[in-house]
């Protein structure tokens, strides 16, 4: 059972323009939600990330919604460049340090 | 400083064969971790580690998967009898624990197995 559902799988955004990837969970005991970037060939790298008593990070072009009645929490890349092209992960981690990460979006930007 | 390394970065082995692939988490870190990749497919949670404390390994998807972590530092994954399903990266992640979470990834092992 995938306890964190990302979507949508793949993306083609043009340059300029905003890209949004969301994520849902079930679990209320998850209590930290970062997102990783991906390039090809190599590990994921923290991008951002959010606790739950916050509705809205932001650091730069990237933000993060979170919903917590929801159970819901988006990533939000505005101007959206074509060195943002990458595979994107949610994650969702409980006290206890375990992670769950989601299924990961291919992001395309178009030049 | 140095990030998280791992060796080696591809290996190629024979169905049956044995493999052991090794992960160098930032000093000082204390939690590590191992998750499978397969192409095109999220991260796979396989093993933790959090100090001296007893590993979860909720994850490992058989017998054949083990880890251990000397010393509280280097990990070593073990995959016995390998199997073309086993084809993967394997990626290595340390942490600093509990208090902070992030992870920080190593560049994988891709492991292909004939």
């Known amino acids: 059972q995938q306890q964190v559902k990302q979507s949508p799988q793949s993306l083609i955004v043009q340059k300029g323009g905003i890209s949004i990837i969301n994520c849902a969970y079930e679990n209320t005991a998850f209590d930290y939600f970062p997102w990783y970037q991906q390039f090809p060939g190599k590990g994921p790298a923290l991008l951002i990330a959010?606790?739950?008593?916050?509705s809205e990070k932001k650091e730069g072009r990237f933000t993060i919604s979170f919903n917590k009645s929801a159970k819901q929490f988006s990533l939000h890349i505005m101007d959206s460049q074509p060195g943002d092209s990458a595979t994107y992960f949610c994650a969702a981690s409980t006290a206890g340090n375990q992670f769950y990460f989601g299924t990961g979006t291919s992001l395309t930007v178009i030049p | 400083g140095a990030g998280v390394s791992q060796s080696p970065s591809n290996k190629v082995t024979e169905k049956g064969k044995d493999v052991e692939l090794r992960c160098d988490p930032i000093?000082?870190?204390?939690?590590l971790y191992w998750y499978r990749q397969s192409l095109g497919q999220g991260l796979e949670f396989l093993i933790y580690f959090q100090g001296n404390s007893a590993p979860d390994k909720s994850g490992l998807p058989s017998d054949r998967f083990s880890a251990e972590r000397t010393g509280g530092s280097v990990s070593t994954l073990t995959i016995q009898r390998t199997q073309q399903e086993d084809s993967a990266v394997y990626l290595c992640?340390?942490?600093?624990?509990?208090?902070?979470?992030?992870?920080?990834f190593g560049p994988g092992t891709r492991l292909l197995v004939l």
């Open positions: 959010i606790r739950p008593d916050v």
């Open positions: 992640a340390s942490s600093l624990g509990r208090i902070l979470r992030t992870q920080y």
């Open positions: 000093s000082g870190h204390t939690a």
